[in-house]
């Protein structure tokens, strides 16, 4: 992912809004699953504006009291958009020796160069550190942590501010370095074992290999990767404590369980596990664990089995993720019977990785129709992700009865959108790539309880014609190639009250005046817009809130 979790720790705003706003966005998503229909959902706008007004005071960092006060409010339901990276390059999973793929490879407002990447840690107040990977002498190998924005909140032991002494050795380091053959040359990239990020309105983001089975390495992340550095006076025996003690509050902090023997790390009061290559004997292990509730399995193989998830189902579990590509067909049979989930996610990531990166998932042909009907009985269920799938209408069908509030669909190919009706009683619903024919926007239109609906890629194609009769319809997201001739159409939806709009290619000025009957908006986003169009917008809809960027 595009270190969106190292966003959490930028600071003052200029260039950085558009990440504050992407951090308000994955708390906003983290309240919903949290609360549910207990959130309040007046309180979101005032709340999101006291958070970011919180980004320029307090030498500009969000003070986690506020975030704290923030949630004891509750907030909205997801804003995807604002996760949108436009312009990014994701990169296809991988597997390697060195472990599952690491997503924060690049940084797309990082520096392109030593001599920029050189200003910038020079212009840095603070300095705060990150653990991304571990070695596992049990493994024998590197293990990367796929991390998201809400693993830093609340917990600033994840995330410790380096001494300023400290700061001043590795901005001499960096000010005296010179570029090393990496990725140009063709060398093969470290596993990196933790980021230093720079609060610095122009971001950097340092990446270290410390510890493990190979010397110290250092480098930097651009827009388009890591790039590595010679710096002979980096202080790495100053930072090897630091990491150290980073990694040991980390693993327990986050509930990281690696390999057979890393249960050991981690207390047996979590409520939340993720796990990396446990085999399947381990099972057993989870039974010490009385609290677990949320569980995620996407880096452990062993773990797909139907025979495990089958004791797994004894367990109080309410969120389950999985790597559906792994999963066979016994193996969805055998979910349906964990009638205690709450939300499923059936991808290869998180789904703020999967978001953020606009990163391609793994083709899942067993999650087909008969992989859905098996999931028909979890009576419970009010999230569901569903990525890769084969699975076509009549499948998802299956899913009608179920109390599924937030649905989300990533790259399943054979899904036309002819049954989306029936699932009445999802309240958002996102479709990123898939073949949505024809009828599918009648369908999304005839669904009685959706507010919010996000389109992306190949799925913000669909004529937009037949949502003008969508009733409930409060917010829309449309990122692709979309059809800017029906965009007038969209006046009729007297209920929408926000539009986002991320037109591939972007709007001309001649399409821009497409919008300029959106009056009952209160909010519009459009982007890859200049300044001029802007203006133009905010004459032509007065009261109508107009970025550039969400």
């Keep these: 992912m595009s270190t969106a979790d190292d966003d959490v720790l930028a600071t003052d705003g200029g260039p950085d809004d558009a990440n504050a706003r992407a951090e308000l966005a994955v708390l906003d998503m983290a309240l919903s699953e949290r609360f549910g229909d207990r959130a309040t959902r007046d309180l979101w706008p005032g709340t999101a504006a006291r958070l970011m007004r919180a980004r320029t005071t307090a030498q500009g960092r969000m003070q986690p009291w506020l975030l704290a006060a923030g949630m004891v409010l509750g907030l909205g339901v997801v804003t995807a958009m604002a996760l949108w990276r436009p312009g990014s390059s994701p990169e296809a999973p991988t597997t390697s020796r060195q472990g599952p793929h690491d997503p924060s490879t690049s940084l797309p407002n990082g520096p392109s160069n030593l001599a920029e990447l ?12 990150l653990m991304r990977g571990v070695w596992s002498a049990e493994l024998g190998r590197w293990v ?6 809400l693993d830093n909140l609340f917990q600033p032991t994840l995330h410790p501010a380096l001494e ?10 960096i000010a005296e370095s010179s570029q090393a053959p990496g990725r140009a040359s063709g060398a ?12 610095n309105p122009l971001r950097a983001i340092l990446v270290l290999r410390i510890g493990g089975d190979a010397p110290s390495q250092l480098g930097f992340l651009t827009p388009t990767g890591a790039e590595l550095l010679h710096a002979p006076d980096f202080p790495f025996a100053e930072l090897t404590p630091v990491a150290e003690r980073t990694t040991a509050a980390t693993i327990p902090g986050l509930g990281l369980v690696i390999g057979p023997g ?23 292990e989870l039974q010490r664990y009385p609290s677990l509730r949320s569980l995620d399995l996407t880096a452990a193989p062993a773990f797909h089995d139907a025979g495990v998830l089958r004791a797994l189902s004894a367990l109080p579990i309410e969120e389950l993720t999985l790597a559906p590509h792994r999963l066979d067909a016994a193996a969805f049979q055998t979910l349906g019977a964990m009638r205690t989930l709450h939300e499923l996610f059936l991808v290869d990531f998180h789904p703020l990785h999967v978001l953020m990166d606009r990163r391609p998932t793994t083709a899942a042909p067993k999650l087909d129709d008969a992989a859905l009907r098996g999931l028909g009985e979890l009576t419970q269920l009010r999230e569901l992700t569903l990525a890769g799938g084969s699975f076509t209408d009549a499948g998802l069908q299956s899913l009608a009865t179920l109390p599924i509030r937030s649905l989300n669909l990533f790259d399943c190919g054979a899904l036309r959108g002819e049954s989306l009706a029936m699932l009445s009683q999802v309240r ?29 890629d190949a799925a913000a194609g669909v004529p937009l014609g037949p949502l003008a009769t969508a009733g409930q319809l409060k917010e829309l997201v449309l990122l692709g190639p979309l059809a800017r001739n029906e965009l007038p159409g969209l006046t009729a939806l007297t209920s929408l009250r926000s539009l986002g709009l ?38 032509a809809l007065p009261g109508v809130n107009i970025s550039d960027e969400f």
């Design 144 to 149: 990367t942590i796929p991390r998201h924005a």
């Design 118 to 129: 050189q200003a910038r840690v020079a212009a840095a107040t603070e300095i705060r550190m």
């Design 188 to 199: 093969t990239m470290p596993v990196w074992s933790h980021h230093l990020a720079l609060a």
């Design 502 to 539: 991320g037109p591939e290619p972007p709007f001309t000025d001649e399409q821009l005046t497409l919008l300029h009957g959106l009056r009952q908006l209160q909010r519009l986003r459009v982007l890859a817009i200049s300044a001029t169009q802007r203006t133009a917008l905010g004459h």
């Design 164 to 173: 300023p002494d400290l700061v001043e050795r590795v901005k001499t380091a």
């Design 428 to 456: 958002s619903l996102l479709v990123r790539g898939g073949q949505l024919g024809p009828a599918a926007a009648s369908q999304l239109a005839a669904m009685p309880n959706l507010g919010k609906l996000y389109l992306m």
């Design 262 to 284: 890393g249960f050991a790390a981690v207390p047996t009061t979590k409520r939340n596990l993720r796990l990396f290559d446990v085999p399947a004997t381990a099972v057993g």
